[in-house]
């Protein structure tokens, strides 16, 4: 399974990171809404984390984006 995590509060997503990967999940990590967009256009995730409150791009719009591409 494959999971991006979204969000800017480092020492929480390090903290998601450890975890997830020490159970065996593959686990990427992005830092803004336009970075997660990105990711999640480029890529398929399994799961998505997703921080609300992201710099550059709110993380409801990074949610309505990824419905408007049938995700």
Do not use: N, W
């Not at 399974?1 to 997830?20: F, K, W």
Request: proline share 1%; aromatic share 2%.
């Amino acid at each position: 399974m494959r999971i991006l995590i979204a969000e800017d509060d480092q020492v929480l997503a390090d903290g998601l990171l450890r975890s997830l990967r020490a159970a065996g999940y593959a686990a990427d990590q992005v830092s803004s809404g336009t970075e997660a967009d990105a990711a999640l256009a480029d890529h398929e995730f399994d799961c998505v984390i997703l921080d609300l409150g992201l710099p550059k791009m709110h993380g409801l719009d990074v949610l309505r984006k990824m419905r408007a591409r049938g995700s």
